[in-house]
């Protein structure tokens, strides 16, 4: 019985066990002893059970989460409460996140940077958007036409040349406006790239690029055609196809034009 007892494991340390009582937690599994079937069966159990456990539920949506503090943190959707604030501009946000992203606006900070072209970005989903001038990833598609984008932004302008949409309107005179104004030449726009790209013409900044010629653009799409030979412009008219949306123009005014003077 002495030898029994000599040889049986010693128990957790109890500094371990009132940091964390890991042999309780359905993962846990010691060294020296073989797993069973019905340990199996517990752990699953156990890991499905913690993953419908959705027990703080927001009082005004009835949505459900697992951590208290992403509750807390959807309730300021309802409440607008934004406790954290910007100790240079005082602007506030519901998110620390979002605060920490804007506080780059006045530090100028990039942590972003692109492993091509060494340019660098202060917000991560503007460096995805940048690689994509390199790699002519597209995808983001219309659901209509099938035209492929390189970003969301474009897509959603896109989709309302199908539905006739115009999102920037008085609601007393119903006018619809481009909300985006050039400060040089008063020049408006509909998305903010478009003024960004416009910009340009009066920068002559030429930040993009081409991998091929190691040419230099203000935007970099219409030239990779003259490399890859691509036509995404389909006339409605006939067959002929084009590099540009503006050669697609010219030739459907000149179609209607001609049509129009054959008819007199």
Do not use: W
């Amino acid at each position: 019985e002495s030898e029994e007892e000599e040889t049986k494991p010693s128990p957790l340390p109890q500094t371990q066990t009132e940091h964390r009582n890991i042999s309780s937690e359905p993962h846990f599994r010691s060294e020296s002893a073989p797993e069973t079937s019905a340990m199996v069966n517990n752990r699953e159990t156990s890991g499905a059970d913690r993953r419908k456990k959705r027990k703080h539920q927001c009082h005004v949506c009835d949505k459900k989460f697992r951590d208290k503090r992403n509750l807390i943190r959807h309730i300021r959707v309802h409440t607008g409460e934004k406790p954290f604030s910007c100790s240079i501009c005082n602007k506030t946000f519901a998110q620390n996140g979002a605060l920490v992203k804007h506080r780059r606006t006045h530090t100028g900070e990039k942590p972003h940077g692109c492993s091509i072209c060494n340019k660098t970005f202060a917000l991560k989903r503007s460096l995805d958007d940048h690689r994509r001038t390199h790699t002519g990833e597209k995808p983001h598609g219309c659901s209509i036409c099938n035209k492929t984008f390189a970003r969301m932004s474009h897509l959603d302008a896109h989709r309302r040349t199908h539905t006739g949409e115009k999102p920037y309107g008085c609601s007393i005179c119903n006018k619809t406006f481009k909300p985006y104004g050039c400060s040089i030449c008063n020049k408006t726009f509909a998305q903010k790239s478009h003024l960004d790209t416009h910009r340009r013409t009066h920068t002559g900044e030429k930040p993009y690029g081409c991998s091929i010629c190691n040419k230099t653009f203000s935007t970099l799409d219409k030239h990779r055609r003259t490399h890859t030979g691509e036509r995404p412009y389909c006339c409605s008219v006939c067959p002929k196809t084009f590099t540009m949306g503006c050669n697609l123009k010219d030739t459907l005014k000149l179609t209607v034009f001609k049509a129009h003077f054959n008819n007199k």
